[in-house]
């Protein structure tokens, strides 16, 4: 079933103002969503007017400071300060309200069975620790930009848990979510693509047994952007910035297997990650 044929049913329940077009078009395409509601946003301010006559009491002297304190000050830029707010509010409930909806929406894709996958939620979501967790991906989801990858890797989370016995994980899963919270979304790609990490040709390095301990970050930047046709400067500069973000958290690191070849492996904390980001 198609992503908007999903979106369609979680619509079904009369909870959301967003078409499903709509929710998957903010969330893949945020920056024409925001230009879009600039331009409402300009003609509400264009609407604002001072009263009549104002204009006048301005230029008459005397009263030129007080008009502009009372009239101006409390008037015309209160109401602006009012225009801006609220439409910043109901633009954040528009991209909190695609989010969610994709979210639920992929959910339900990656399940072979509605009704089950349906059925399943539910439980997860009548239980104490169920619904813990998932308020965890909702807040996860609140606090970043709108992602397809991010909630792509959401999605699974959400159904990688859903398919365990969360009660007795519950510590885990709450683990590896608060783990999930603090990687951006292309450092969650590139560890999810782990099946596809190419070997790498080493000129002077250090190891301690196996464990690469020099540097070994650009080699494989190089050879994995060209694995994945990457050839611009500025997206091979955000890949080496994502996988050196995995080594810093000590997610992934790099291993001899062969005389001046190595490969990048996941660490512990890495193969409990990525049941959660690949299902």
Known sequence: MSPDATLSQVNATGRTGLKPSES?????????????QAKNLDEMLNDITLPEGTEEAIVSGAAKKL?????LGLFKVGEIVSSILNWNEDIDKDIREAKRNYLLARYFNKNE?????ISDIKGFLSSAQGNTLFNKIIRILDDSAPDENLIEHLSSALKHIIGTDFRALF????????QIE?????????????????????GNYQASGTRIQSDWLHEFNSVYSTLKGIIDGPTQSRVRYSISELHNRRIIEAHLVGQGIAKCTVTDIGSLLIPYIKA
């Open 67 to 71: 008009i502009r304190d009372k009239v």
């Open 171 to 178: 510590e885990e899963h709450k683990y590896a979510l608060s």
């Open 24 to 36: 998957k078009a903010l969330v893949t395409q945020p920056e024409q969503y925001l230009a879009d």
């Open 182 to 202: 603090q990687i951006s979304p292309q450092a969650l790609a590139i560890l999810a693509d782990d099946k596809n990490w190419p070997q790498i040709k080493l």
């Open 113 to 117: 069975s509605n009704a089950t996958a």
